[in-house]
Every structure is written in C-alpha cells, then in structure tokens.
C-alpha cells in the first residue's frame, strides 16, 4: 500500500495521510519510514492527530481510529482494517494467508463520498487546530525519519489459513448511510442503533465483532449496542454475536472479557428461551478485527453495517470513528 501510494505521489497525485498520533503501543519506525517516502516525492503529505499537554496542545479525539480512504472524490473505501500486514496481507494466496478477520466496502455513491470528504477536512485542518502536526515538522519529537538504515518490513507469507473469500464482492446499494464517531453512533432513530430497533419477528441479525462490552461508565450502565442485540431477539429476531477468541498479536487484548460477554448473552438467551446465541471465534487463527453487523429485515431489506466502531464506550462517545451502513 505504501509503494502504490508512493507511486500515484510520484506521477504527479496529491496524497494526504491523517494518522493517530498516539496509537496503542506507539508510532513504529515502519510508519515513519512510509511517511518520509512519501514526503519524498513532494506531493505527498503525512501528518498526525497529536496530544502535548505540555505544549498547551489537546487532541480533538482520544484515538482517530477510523480507516478511510477518499479517492479523487467519487470513490471512498471504508472498512475495519488497518493498513498493515495483519490487516490486509499482500502475500502469496495460493498457498493460504492470514492477519485477521475484517470486511472493507467501497462506494461511489456521491453524497457518501461528499460526507466523508467534509469529515476529513474538518479533521485534518491544521490551520485551525494545534493538534495537526506534520511530519518531520520538528515542532514535537517522535515524528520526524525513522533511524539511519531502518529498512522497512516487507510483510510475511502468510500460509495459516485457506482462502474461502477469493475475489470481492461487487452489487447495487438501495440506500446508504454515513455513520460517524463521536456525532451519530448512538444515535436511535437511524444508525446501528435505529437499524437494530427494526429488526423483529422473522428477521435477522448477526454481528462479528472485535469485542462488545457488557457495561459502559463507572456506574455500570448496560453497553446499549449489547442491550439492542438482546432486544432484538426479545422481539421474536434470529440474533448471533460472533467475538474474537484470538490473540491479534497484542498484548493487551482481553479474551477473557469477551468470553465474560458471551457466557452473559447465552445465559439470557436461555433464561428467556430466545433465539439467541453468542459465541467466540478465531476463523483466520490470528483474530478477528471486525466490526460488522449484518440485518436482515425481511421486504425492508438487507443491510451490512460496517466500519472501524468497536463496542465500547469510548469507541462511540470519543473516538474519530466511521462505518458505512448499506442496504
């Protein structure tokens, strides 16, 4: 991804990269090293969302934690991976692959386009905001070259795990929405939430997830994404949650929370005798990063949710998120 974006930069392309300028675990010398090609070809620019109390400068957001990427305007590909080797693998597929379990959608549908456009623009506006650092800026620390020689990772051949999915999905949508963190994530007329307040006797919806929480806040207010999926079935609706059992490769990634979460839904499931079941699940054998959830409503339709929105507070209330919800 780097080499391609390098390589449009290069023939004249404006290429612009909003990064988190505080990710779990910290900016990698692979990153620097991407930004510093492109700043190389000089038409590309890559900057980072920051957070320097001690320069009097606050991030707008506690993570920009949405993956989107806008092309010439008509096209914008939204999803729940990351780009990294993990995330989207260019290895060999015919000896298997592997990284995680996510789905990314591309639209051209302008009025997604143009909404998706407008966010970044307000979020990326350095004029502004003091929380917009370019690359090797010199203003903070940390986000200048990498070190003297670093040569870049070129990614693994992946052999863990079949491909079943082999070539990407192309069909008409009937009707879109843009869902954005933190301003409409929660919001219950239309968005997951309103979707998922649709969905009754004969429907259906099934959700992959990266996690779900049980509780949101300090008083332990039930997580309303969780709550919804309950409802759901408490209306009579075929409901499976589907979390990840796999490690990702970080160290701080809770399994034993999701398990807690699923042991809570099939405990309630079978209290009430619905039609509910909630599982843990590692298809690729590194983890699953999704954040989609499927809704079939019988003549409404059928709609996929999709996006970077995880199921927690934070993800929803403060996060710079996105996902695209399509019939």
């Known amino acids: 991804l780097v080499t391609e974006l390098v390589e449009q930069a290069r023939r004249g392309v404006k290429v612009t990269v909003l990064l988190e300028g505080g990710p779990v675990g910290g900016i990698d010398d692979q990153e620097l090293w991407a930004c510093q090609a492109l700043h190389d070809t000089g038409h590309g620019v890559c900057a980072f969302m920051v957070n320097a109390p001690e320069l009097d ?22 999803g729940s991976q990351n780009l990294t080797h993990s995330g989207i693998p260019d290895d060999d597929k015919s000896n298997g692959t592997g990284g995680s379990r996510g789905v990314v959608l591309v639209t051209d549908a302008p009025e997604i386009v143009s909404r998706a456009a407008e966010v970044f623009e307000a979020d990326y506006d350095p004029k502004n905001h003091a929380d917009i650092v370019a690359w090797g800026s010199g203003d903070i620390p940390g986000y200048g070259p990498p070190p003297s020689g670093f040569t870049p990772d070129q990614g693994q051949d992946w052999v863990s795990y079949s491909v079943q999915f082999s070539e990407t999905v192309r069909a008409e949508g009937t009707g879109f929405e843009l869902v ?7 919001r219950s007329d239309d968005s997951l939430l309103g979707l998922l307040a649709r969905a009754g006797a004969g429907d259906a919806v099934l959700v992959e997830q990266m996690y779900e929480t049980e509780q949101w806040g300090r008083d332990g207010a039930p997580n309303p994404r969780l709550q919804a999926y309950v409802d759901a079935a408490r209306r009579s609706a075929r409901v ?18 999701n398990a807690e979460v699923v042991a809570y839904v099939n405990e309630i499931a079978e209290n009430e005798r619905l039609d509910l079941g909630a599982g843990l699940g590692d298809p690729t054998r590194y983890g699953v990063h999704n954040k989609m959830v499927l809704a079939d409503l019988g003549a409404e339709g059928r ?13 929803n209330k403060a996060n710079r998120e996105m996902a695209l919800q399509v019939r």
Do not use: C, F, M
């Open 180 to 186: 954005t963190g933190p301003e409409t994530t929660l």
């Open 240 to 257: 499976r949650i589907l979390l990840n059992g796999g490690d990702l490769g970080v160290e701080y990634l809770s399994v034993a929370q």
């Open 57 to 78: 400068i606050h991030d707008r957001y506690s993570y920009l934690h949405a993956k989107v990427i806008i092309v010439d305007r008509k096209r914008v590909l939204i």
């Open 303 to 315: 709609y996929a949710h999709v996006g970077s929105i995880n199921g927690s507070e934070t993800s």
